[in-house]
C-alpha cells in the first residue's frame, strides 16, 4: 500500500543544535514535496517545497533534501531555537494533480 | 486579506444529526482539501475539488458529502453524525496541486456525542 512515514516518536534537542527530521514514503512517485509546520489549536503552515528534480533547497536556517531513489526526504532547522517547537509534517501529491497527501508529523522540542 | 475561513470554530453534535462545515477562501484558488486530523494519524484526506463543480473522494470519504457551487466556496456535509466522527477538520485551499503550497484555514473542534 502507499505510505508516507515520519519519524513517530518526538524529537528533543539542545537549543543550538540541528534537528533533522525524515520523511520516507512507498509506492509514489511524487512530482514535488512540501513541509509544513503546525502549532497546538493552529493550522498548517507551509515552508518549503522541493521537485522531483531538485537535490537540496535552503530557506534561511531550513533545508531540505529529496532523494527519489531512497524516497525519502530530510528536512533540517540549524541553530534550532525554543520557537521552532512545533510539528512539522510532509506532505506530497499523491497522483500528480489533485490528491495532496500528510504524514502524520514529527513533533519537535527545542531545550533552552 | 482573510485567507481560508472555517465555520464553525467549535461543535458538538447528537448522534444522528446533521451538520455543514463552510470553508471559504478569497485568494482564487483553484484546489480545495478537507481534511480530518485525529491524534497520532496526521491529516487524512477527506475529499478534495479541483475547481468549481468538481469534487473527488479523498481517504476517508466515508460518512461525508461535499459540494463546490461556487469557486471560493467548500462545503463538507455529515448526513449522519456517528461518534467516529469526532475531530478536528481542516480546510484548505491552493492554487493548484502543482509546486504551490496550501492555505489552511483555523480548524473546526467537532465533537459527536
Known amino acids: 500500500s502507499q505510505k508516507i512515514e515520519q519519524n513517530s516518536e518526538a524529537l528533543n534537542i539542545q537549543e543550538g543544535k540541528t534537528a533533522t527530521l525524515t520523511c520516507n514514503y512507498t509506492n509514489y512517485s511524487p512530482a514535488y514535496l512540501q513541509w509544513y509546520r503546525q502549532d497546538p489549536g493552529r493550522g498548517p503552515v507551509f515552508l518549503l517545497l522541493i521537485r522531483e528534480n531538485e537535490k537540496e533547497k535552503r530557506k534561511e536556517r531550513l533545508k531540505v533534501t529529496f532523494d527519489t531513489t531512497l524516497k525519502q526526504s530530510l528536512f533540517h532547522i540549524t541553530a534550532s531555537q525554543p520557537a521552532d517547537s512545533a510539528t512539522y509534517l510532509c506532505a506530497l501529491d499523491k497522483e500528480k494533480g489533485g490528491k495532496l497527501i500528510f504524514g502524520q508529523g514529527t513533533e519537535l522540542s527545542v531545550k533552552p | 486579506n482573510a485567507g481560508v475561513t472555517q465555520t464553525p470554530k467549535f461543535r458538538v453534535l447528537k448522534t444522528g444529526q446533521s451538520m455543514t462545515l463552510l470553508c471559504a477562501q478569497d485568494m482564487n484558488h483553484e484546489y480545495m482539501y478537507w481534511y480530518r486530523q485525529d491524534p497520532g494519524m496526521g491529516l487524512r484526506l477527506i475529499h478534495y475539488?479541483?475547481?468549481?463543480?468538481?469534487?473527488a473522494k479523498g481517504e476517508v470519504p466515508d460518512g461525508y458529502n461535499v459540494s463546490r457551487l461556487k469557486k471560493q466556496n467548500f462545503l463538507l456535509g455529515l448526513e449522519s453524525a456517528a461518534p467516529s466522527q469526532t475531530s478536528v477538520y481542516f480546510c484548505?485551499?491552493?492554487?493548484?496541486?502543482?509546486?504551490?503550497?496550501?492555505?489552511f484555514g483555523q480548524g473546526t473542534r467537532l465533537t459527536v456525542v
Open positions: 484548505a485551499s491552493s492554487y493548484s496541486t502543482m509546486n504551490t503550497e496550501a492555505f
Open positions: 475539488s479541483v475547481g468549481e463543480g468538481t469534487t
